[in-house]
C-alpha cells in the first residue's frame, strides 16, 4: 500500500510537469550546476532566469510562455551526456543553451545533443576544438575560440613589427590554446619564434625556464599567463635578471597587479591584448540594469552577459521559427543573430515579436557582442590592444 | 513526453548503465572475490579511455595517434594497458592491508590523472581528443547509432559477466575466496597469497580499462573531466555495495539500479516549483544520498547477497 501511494504521488509529480502546461515551450538550459565550478552557478542561472522571464512578461513565447529546463552536468563528460540525453529526450526541449565548461559541451553534443538533431549555443565553452565538430550546423557559440585571441596577438605582433620574439606559455587549455595558435599565425605571417618554453603554474622561479628563452636574440618575450602566477614573476624575473626588456602579454597579464610588481617603467615598450567591448555599448548597461533591478547585484560577475545573450538568443529563434521544429529553429538561431536586420537589444522581446509578425529580419546586438557566426557556428569578437598608462591600463587599438 | 523520446532516453540509460556494469563486474573481482580495496578505479578507468582513443582516432598533430585501428583492437590495447598499469601497481602496493591499499590507490589515481592533464603531446591534456569514432558507425545514422552502440556494449557486458562468472566458479576463484576470508590459513594451505593478489588485481584493472574504452567511444570526445573520482570510483563502490558484494549478477544489477535511480532522481527535481529551481540540482544530490542509505540499510548484503558455488566432483 505504501508503495502504491508513492508511485501514485511520484506520476502525479510527473504528471503536473506536463499536463497542466500545454501552451507551454521549454527551452533546455545545461549547466555545470554542481562540481568543480559550481561557485559560478548562481548568478548565471539568474541571468537566464531573466531571460525567461522577460519574454514572460513581454507577450510570452509562441503565444503561450517560455519554461527554462535545467540540467545538471555535474562538471563530468557522464553527468553531460546523461542530462542532455533527459534534455533532448524526456523534456524534448526544441532548443539548448549550455554548457560552461568545454569538456562537457563537446560531449553532450557530441554523444547526445547533435544525434538528436536538436540546435545548441553555448555561451563560454572556448575549446578550439568546438569549431571544428561535425555537427550540421547545429552547435554555436558566442564566445570566441581560444584560437581567435592567438591570431589577433600574432598580427598585433607582426604590425609593431616584432619579427622575432620567445614564447612562454602556461601549461593548461588557456596557455597551450593560445600559445599553439600563436605559434602557427606568428609563423606563417612571417615572423620567427627563437626560444619556446612551456611552463607549469604554481612555481617560485622560472629563471631556468628564462634563461634558456634568452638565448636567442628576440626583440621581445610573449608570456601567455596570469598575471597572479607564472605571468606576473616571468615578467618580474626577466626584468631583475636583464634578460628582455620589452613584452607582449594577453588578458591573463593584463592586471593592475603587474604595473604594482614591477612598475609601470619597466612596462613602457610592452603592450597587450584582451577580449573587449565595442566602445559604447548600451546593450550592456540595459542589462546590467535588468539584472540588479530583479536580483540585487551580481550583474558584473563573470559570464553574466554571455549567459543572458545566449538564453535570450535561443529564444527569439523559438518565435522566429514559429514552431518548436529543431530544425528551423538552428535556420532561425543565425537570422536573428546576425546582420542584416533591425537591431533588437536585451530586455527587448516586446519590440522583437512585434517585429518578426510583421515578417521583419532582426539582429540581436547583445551585452556581450553582436554574435556574428561563421560557418563553424563561432564568433569572433573584439579583441583590444592595451599600453600602461600610470596604475592602468589604456586601450589604444580594437581589432575585430 | 513522447514515446520515441523516453526510448532513446532509455537507451542513454542502458548505454552508461553498461559501462557501470562492466566497471562494478572489474571491481567485483577485486573487493568482492579478492578483497583487495582499489579505490584508484578513475585512474584506471582513465588509462583504458585514453589508451583506446589514441589507438583509434586518425592522425592529429595535437596529441599521438594517427593508428586508426578498428574499435574492438582499441578494446584489447586498453585491457592491456590498463592490466601493465594495474600489474605495476600491484607489484608496489599489493602486500599493503585493506585501507593502507585504499589510500595508495586513491594516490594512484590522482598521479594517472595529473599524467593525463600534463603529458600534451600524449593526450592534448586539458584541451581533449575529439572525434573518437564508435563501433559499426557506418551502418546508421543519428539516434538510431546509439541503438547499435547499446547492442555492442551489452555484447562486451555479456563478455565480461561470462568470464567473472568462470573465474568466480574456479578453483582459482576459491582459493581466492580462502584468501580474503582468512590469509593464514589459506598461506597454510600452500596459496601463494601474493601472487594470487596480483593477478586479481591485474584482471580487475583490465575490465576496468575496457569500461573506460566503451565510454570514450560513446562520448565520441574525451577531456579529463571524463575521470572525476565521484562518478567513477565512489558511485561504483556504491553500485557495488547496493547490488551485492561478491555476486557478479548483483554487480550487474546494482549498476543499473543506482545509475537509474542517479539519472532519474533529476527529472522529479525539475518538476519543483520555479522558487526552487536554483537549489534542485543540490536537493537531486541529497536524494540520491537519502535513498543510497535507505538501500544500504535495508539490503545490508546487497540486492543479491554472495553465494558460494556448489562444488562439483567430476563424475568417476
Not at chain 1, 35 to 58: R, S, T, W
Not at chain 2, 53 to 65: D, E, F, N, P
Not at chain 2, 239 to 255: V, Y
Request: charged fraction near 20%; aromatic fraction near 8%; charge should be negative.
Amino acid at each position: 500500500m505504501k508503495k502504491l501511494t508513492t508511485f501514485m504521488a511520484a506520476a502525479a509529480l510527473l504528471g503536473s510537469g506536463t499536463a497542466a502546461l500545454a501552451d507551454d515551450t521549454k527551452i533546455g538550459i545545461l549547466m555545470d550546476i554542481t562540481g568543480p565550478i559550481a561557485n559560478f552557478i548562481p548568478p548565471l542561472q539568474n541571468a537566464a532566469d531573466l531571460a525567461v522571464k522577460q519574454v514572460n512578461e513581454q507577450g510570452g513565447l509562441l503565444g503561450g510562455s517560455a519554461v527554462a529546463v535545467y540540467g545538471d552536468t555535474t562538471g563530468t563528460a557522464q553527468g553531460a551526456v546523461d542530462a542532455a540525453q533527459k534534455l533532448v529526450n524526456v523534456e524534448n526541449v526544441p532548443i539548448i543553451m549550455g554548457s560552461l565548461m568545454s569538456g562537457t559541451t563537446i560531449a553532450a553534443a557530441e554523444a547526445a545533443i547533435i544525434p538528436a538533431g536538436v540546435p545548441q549555443i553555448s555561451p563560454t565553452a572556448t575549446s578550439p576544438a568546438m569549431t571544428f565538430l561535425e555537427d550540421n550546423g547545429l552547435v554555436f557559440r558566442i564566445v570566441p575560440s581560444d584560437n581567435y585571441q592567438g591570431e589577433i596577438l600574432a598580427k598585433m605582433v607582426m604590425d609593431e613589427g616584432i619579427k622575432k620574439v620567445a614564447l612562454t606559455y602556461v601549461n593548461n587549455d588557456y596557455g597551450v590554446g593560445i600559445g599553439e595558435t600563436f605559434i602557427d599565425a606568428y609563423t606563417e605571417a612571417g615572423g620567427e619564434i627563437v626560444a619556446e618554453a612551456k611552463h607549469e603554474e604554481k612555481k617560485d622561479s622560472y629563471r631556468s625556464e628564462l634563461a634558456s628563452l634568452a638565448k636567442g636574440d628576440a626583440e621581445a618575450l610573449v608570456v601567455i599567463a596570469y598575471a597572479g602566477d607564472s605571468g606576473g614573476k616571468i615578467v618580474r624575473q626577466a626584468i631583475e635578471g636583464g634578460l628582455f626588456t620589452k613584452f607582449v602579454g594577453t588578458d591573463g597579464l593584463r592586471d593592475e597587479l603587474l604595473i604594482q610588481n614591477v612598475g609601470a617603467d619597466a612596462l613602457k615598450t610592452s603592450f597587450f591584448s584582451s577580449p573587449t567591448s565595442p566602445a559604447e555599448n548600451p546593450a550592456q548597461k540595459a542589462l546590467h540594469d535588468a539584472f540588479n533591478a530583479a536580483y540585487g547585484e551580481g550583474a558584473d560577475k563573470a559570464f553574466v552577459d554571455q549567459t543572458y545573450d545566449a538564453t535570450f538568443l535561443a529564444l527569439l529563434a523559438i518565435e522566429k521559427a514559429g514552431s518548436t521544429d529543431r530544425a528551423k529553429i538552428a535556420e532561425a538561431l543565425k537570422e536573428v543573430a546576425m546582420a542584416p536586420g533591425e537591431k533588437v537589444g536585451p530586455g527587448e522581446w516586446a519590440k522583437a515579436i512585434a517585429l518578426i509578425k510583421e515578417g521583419k529580419d532582426i539582429d540581436y546586438e547583445g551585452a556581450s557582442g553582436s554574435a556574428e557566426f561563421d560557418e563553424n557556428g563561432d564568433v569572433g569578437g573584439y579583441i583590444g590592444k592595451f599600453v600602461v598608462d600610470g596604475d592602468g591600463y589604456k586601450q589604444v587599438e580594437i581589432v575585430e | 513526453m513522447e514515446l520515441t523520446g523516453l526510448f532513446f532516453y532509455a537507451v542513454s540509460l542502458l548505454i552508461l548503465g553498461g559501462i557501470y556494469a562492466i566497471l562494478c563486474l572489474a571491481l567485483n573481482v577485486q573487493w568482492g572475490m579478492g578483497g583487495l580495496f582499489n579505490a584508484g578505479i578513475a585512474g584506471f578507468y582513465g588509462v583504458g579511455a585514453y589508451t583506446s582513443a589514441i589507438l583509434t582516432t586518425s592522425a592529429s598533430s595535437k596529441h599521438l595517434g594517427g593508428f586508426g585501428l578498428p574499435v574492438p583492437l582499441g578494446l584489447v590495447g586498453a585491457a592491456i594497458l590498463a592490466g601493465l598499469a594495474g600489474w605495476a601497481v600491484a607489484r608496489i602496493c599489493v602486500r599493503l592491508k585493506s585501507d593502507y591499499l585504499a589510500m595508495a590507490s586513491i594516490g594512484i589515481a590522482e598521479i594517472l590523472r595529473l599524467v593525463i592533464v600534463n603529458e600534451s603531446w600524449l593526450t592534448n591534456g586539458s584541451l581533449g581528443l575529439s572525434r573518437i569514432p564508435r563501433p559499426l558507425a557506418d551502418l546508421t545514422t543519428g539516434r538510431m547509432g546509439d541503438i547499435v552502440f547499446l547492442g555492442f556494449v551489452w555484447f562486451v557486458v555479456l563478455l565480461v559477466y561470462l568470464a567473472a562468472s568462470r573465474l568466480h566458479d574456479s578453483p582459482w576463484g576459491r582459493s581466492l575466496r580462502a584468501i580474503r576470508d582468512n590469509e593464514a590459513s589459506a598461506a597454510a594451505a600452500g596459496k601463494n597469497v601474493e601472487k594470487f593478489r596480483i593477478q586479481t588485481f591485474v584482471i580487475g584493472c583490465a575490465i576496468m580499462g575496457i569500461a573506460g574504452a566503451l565510454s570514450a567511444h560513446y562520448f565520441r570526445f574525451l577531456s579529463p573531466t571524463a575521470t572525476d573520482p565521484l562518478l567513477v570510483t565512489f558511485l561504483v563502490w556504491v553500485m557495488l555495495m547496493a547490488g551485492g558484494s561478491g555476486n557478479n549478477k548483483g554487480a550487474i544489477l546494482g549498476a543499473l539500479t543506482i545509475w537509474t535511480l542517479w539519472s532519474v532522481t533529476e527529472i522529479f527535481t525539475n518538476r519543483l516549483p520555479p522558487e526552487w529551481a536554483t537549489r534542485s540540482s543540490f536537493i537531486r544530490m541529497l536524494l540520491v544520498g537519502l535513498l543510497l542509505q535507505v538501500v544500504l540499510q535495508r539490503f545490508r548484503s546487497g540486492l543479491l547477497p554472495e553465494k558460494s558455488p556448489p562444488v562439483k566432483f567430476r563424475q568417476e
